[in-house]
């Protein structure tokens, strides 16, 4: 054991609280997000009804809360501390650039809030143009993307510094995770910068009357997909790295999960077409090639989900189970550190059939634009990377504030999970299942003038209401564990679960896999094959412009 894994010299209080300050944030997140979340739900399930503006303009709140600033804060404390445990201390650097990057999140998250509660800016959570928010809104969205990019660089200051110092070895593997992600992330950003600053805050502003709605679509989803891909690498670094420590074993491979990283980076940035296979202005020949790369995707993923499955036999076998599949009831089902990762894990077996479904060009018109998509996030994100990320707060404020998980929290983190998973499925079965029947996503109750097609989704808008409901009842738990967790758990050690090798060997990483110069390269070529022609078509030929429009 290196004096790295032992775990009284793990966390410098200054790695720590800056991680925690993230992490709080998320939480905090996460409450508001469900107060919004449940009001969607009753109000869908035709329980409760919200005047119609107010409806989108909460509906912008969970949007963001959830899927942006929850994500985006929990990833960022996340990967700092894993970042810190494996390196042995962040840098001086590392830290100042996490919070200065630290507070401009904040203050665009209070500004972006600020913005839409007071009805400013009920565009949803993908701002799509010709809808126009205030200009603040858009101020706020640059403040929180520009933050988290130095959040970037802090991850990398401190990989840099360790690779400088530990010439010719393998570096870590969380902070190659964390950097990778990070790296994606840039990468990811550079469209969504493009867009609101070139685009969104000159026309709010009314600098220019009129913005390209095309172009701007085109330049959020070169973003937008690889933004659910900088949700997943972290749940899938946890599933990587902490959990076979957790439950007691060893990294199934050093090398395996560096390919998949480093294919996930390749390939989640040029393939945002494939949100707007029913947009006209992009020929069909450049959406095809987006819809190809999308599948190319998901090899990293299968190689992830036979590495974990081959990882839990790998334990099971270890502790005597002998039957085919006698491994899988030895598991720690009962260790809420476990049990919150592996059910994101089996979520995530329909959520990648069902993104298989929505890059494929014919399918995606049956489902496009319809609630199905809804339920095809909330699977994904909503619950694979939130169970993974809810498992994983209930070790990490712990061990980032010197305080210990007791049984009996434990417990109540197993019902939070278990609530969040049985809520989960009934309001993404109902959605997935409404959405296929034709309800749209993005409305508040309608019977379409008393349709008769309509009468007959009654039933399951309820069973989406009742599961909306339990799920708010698991984010109410949730709230209060973590107030648990930051104010009155016991003081005590916890570990930063890290997985060892299995056999000491340096040499099984192959090189070429810590040259990020090639990886980036490659990465800048694919996007521009895939992004350089139809842009500049765009560019010349582009629509007339679009005024903006203020429907709430
Ligand atoms: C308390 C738990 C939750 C409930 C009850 C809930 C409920 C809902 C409902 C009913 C919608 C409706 C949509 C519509 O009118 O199209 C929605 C949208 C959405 N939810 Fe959730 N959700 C929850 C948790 C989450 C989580 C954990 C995430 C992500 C981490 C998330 C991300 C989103 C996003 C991004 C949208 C789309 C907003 C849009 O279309 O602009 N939700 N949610
Ligand atoms: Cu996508």
Redesign the pocket.
């Known amino acids: 054991m290196t004096q790295d894994n032992s775990i009284l010299a793990r966390f410098d209080k200054k790695d720590a609280s800056l991680s925690l300050a993230y992490v709080v944030i998320a939480f905090l997140a996460?409450f508001i997000?469900?107060i919004a979340?449940?009001l969607?739900?009753l109000d869908?399930g035709h329980l409760i009804t919200l005047p119609s503006t107010l409806?989108y303009e909460i509906?912008?709140a969970?949007?963001v809360m959830?899927?942006v600033i929850?994500?985006t804060f929990f990833i960022i404390g996340f990967l700092f501390a894993g970042t810190a445990r494996t390196v042995g201390g962040l840098t001086n650097l590392s830290r100042s650039l996490g919070w200065i990057g630290y507070w401009m999140m904040v203050i665009g998250t209070a500004l972006g809030t600020a913005e839409i509660l007071a009805g400013n800016a009920s565009v949803?959570?993908?701002f799509y143009a010709p809808l126009k928010a205030s200009p603040f809104f858009y101020i706020a969205l640059t403040l929180i993307v520009v933050g988290s990019w130095l959040g970037g660089y802090g991850i990398f200051a401190s990989f840099v510094n360790w690779r400088r110092n530990h010439k010719g070895q393998t570096t870590p593997l969380f902070a190659y995770m964390a950097t990778a992600t990070m790296a994606l992330w840039q990468i990811a950003t550079l469209g969504v910068a493009a867009e609101v600053l070139f685009q969104l805050i000159p026309w709010s502003f009314g600098w220019v009357p009129t913005i390209d709605v095309l172009l701007s679509r085109t330049l959020f989803w070169f973003f937008g997909h690889p933004l659910v891909y900088f949700w997943l690498l972290p749940a899938y670094a946890c599933w990587y790295v902490n959990i076979p420590k957790i439950i007691g074993t060893k990294l199934f491979s050093n090398a395996l999960p560096r390919v998949t990283f480093m294919l996930f980076l390749l390939l989640s940035t040029p393939v945002g077409f494939h949100h707007q296979l029913l947009e006209p202005g992009i020929p069909p020949s450049w959406k095809a090639l987006h819809v190809a790369l999308t599948m190319g995707v998901v090899i990293p993923s299968l190689m992830t989900a036979f590495a974990l499955f081959a990882t839990f036999e790998i334990r099971g076998r270890e502790r005597g189970a002998k039957s085919l599949f006698g491994w899988f009831s030895s598991l720690p089902y009962s260790d809420v550190r476990f049990f919150g990762p592996f059910m994101g894990m089996l979520m995530f077996i329909p959520a990648g059939i069902g993104g298989i479904i929505n890059a494929s060009f014919q399918l995606d018109e049956v489902v496009h634009n319809t609630?199905w998509v809804?339920g095809h996030?909330?699977i994904t994100?909503?619950a694979a990377?939130?169970l993974t990320f809810f498992g994983t707060a209930y070790w990490l404020i712990p061990a980032l504030n010197g305080r210990v998980l007791t049984p009996r929290m434990n417990k109540m983190g197993l019902l939070q999970v278990f609530l969040w998973v049985v809520?989960m499925t009934f309001?993404s079965v109902s959605m997935h299942t409404l959405g296929l029947l034709g309800e749209p996503?993005?409305?508040?109750f309608t019977n379409y003038l008393n349709s008769p097609v309509v009468q007959e989704w009654a039933g399951m808008r309820l069973t989406?209401a009742i599961?909306?409901i339990i799920?708010?009842i698991?984010?109410m738990i949730l709230t209060a564990n973590i107030v648990n967790l930051l104010f009155f758990a016991p003081k005590g050690e916890t570990e930063f679960p890290v997985a060892e090798e299995a056999a000491a060997t340096p040499e099984s990483v192959p090189p070429i896999l810590e040259r990020w110069g090639v990886w980036l390269s490659i990465a800048v070529v694919l996007v521009l094959i895939a992004y350089t022609m139809p842009v500049y078509d765009q560019i010349q030929l582009h629509p007339p412009g679009s005024k903006g429009f203020v429907t709430w």
Not at 441 to 444: K, Q, V, W
């Open positions: 996460i997000g469900a979340g449940l969607q739900g869908r409806y509906l912008t969970h949007g959830m899927g929850f994500t949803l959570y993908t609630l809804t996030f909330h994100v909503g990377v939130a809520g309001m996503r993005r409305t508040a989406l599961g909306g799920l708010f698991s984010a």
